[in-house]
């Protein structure tokens, strides 16, 4: 007996409560700009600056007792991830620690780099700091607006492709979705004020790519509809597309969250956000696909070929609510 998690042949109304819907994503990016207005982000070293220490050592590396002789220190933010090369030696075991700017300082001082040397030493005898690097506060404000710049650019390429592809009507709708999933990880990491760093912007861009397959999924069943259900009404055409494709949503989607749960189980504190903003991420990206996504281009409507463009969004709506 197969496992189903949605039967083969469902007919789910989902915009009898669209104005439900829309409410509550209306809500919640309210409540992300709020967030972020009063309180902003949790900015990681690569975009407050900081120091970044290469160390090399002949016991292996326990992040977790790293983190715990530097913790008297009172350093701040400490990310300490271990370095993997099929070139290193057996005995030969090497970690990047990276702490955050000191008293907005670009770079922490000497004396502060011998007493983590002696700290570590402590736990690891015979540790060497092989580099020592800083990242200033105009490097990290760079970071920033680059980051800021490849998320607006991949919402942008996604913008001309699906007009291409689809229609503009199609394009608006996905990208409302996309703008809607990135608007409201932000959000979420906000409120929470968990780190925010360079692994959370590519989080972004993948939360882009995969909400995206998912409205482009829908979309080219709603277009397949739209020819063969030619006297059916766009909010009944959306519904059987939505319908038809939603058990391929609902599965891809929970295969993709059990690999993700498991990797923030045990993953480690490194790449925990990075995972969280993706669990994050595929929720509201499906969330998004069915019901903000289609909204939208029900709201705008669509031109069929075989009749002047459909009606305005007052008729579309008014229809679903009679």
């Not at 970044?52 to 009172?74: H, M």
């Not at 490849?150 to 979705?177: H, K, M, N, P, S």
């Amino acid at each position: 007996m197969r496992l189903k998690l949605i039967p083969e042949n469902t007919s789910f109304d989902f915009f009898k409560r669209w104005k439900l819907w829309l409410g509550i994503s209306a809500l919640m990016i309210v409540v992300g700009f709020a967030s972020f207005a009063l309180q902003g982000l949790n900015f990681g070293i690569d975009f407050r600056g900081g120091t970044t220490i290469r160390t090399e050592s002949n016991t292996e590396i326990d992040v977790g007792t790293y983190r715990a002789a530097l913790e008297p220190l009172e350093l701040g933010d400490i990310t300490i991830s271990e370095v993997f090369d099929p070139t290193f030696a057996e005995d030969q075991h090497v970690a990047m620690v990276r702490i955050q700017a000191q008293a907005d300082g670009e770079s922490i001082s000497g004396e502060v780099i011998a007493d983590v040397n002696a700290a570590l030493d402590a736990v690891a005898p015979g540790i060497k700091f092989v580099s020592v690097e800083s990242v200033g506060p105009k490097v990290s404000g760079e970071l920033v607006q680059t980051a800021v710049l490849a998320v607006a650019l991949a919402i942008g390429a996604v913008l001309i492709y699906i007009w291409l592809r689809f229609e503009w009507q199609f394009a608006l709708g996905a990208v409302a979705a996309l703008v809607h999933d990135v608007v409201l990880t932000i959000g979420v990491f906000s409120e929470l004020q968990i780190k925010f760093d360079l692994a959370i912007i590519a989080a972004l861009l993948t939360i882009v790519g995969y909400s995206l397959n998912d409205t482009v999924v829908v979309f080219d069943r709603v277009r397949e509809n739209l020819r063969r259900y030619k006297k059916k009404p766009l909010a009944e055409v959306l519904n059987i597309s939505i319908n038809e494709t939603l058990s391929r949503t609902v599965m891809t989607s929970v295969t993709t969250l059990l690999a993700l749960i498991s990797l923030y189980v045990l993953g480690g504190d490194v790449i925990r956000g990075f995972v969280f903003a993706m669990i994050w991420g595929v929720i509201i990206g499906t969330y998004s696909s069915i019901f903000v996504a289609s909204t939208i281009l029900l709201w705008l409507g669509v031109k069929r070929d075989w009749t002047k463009p459909s009606n305005t969004a007052g008729n579309q709506f008014a229809n679903i609510d009679a």
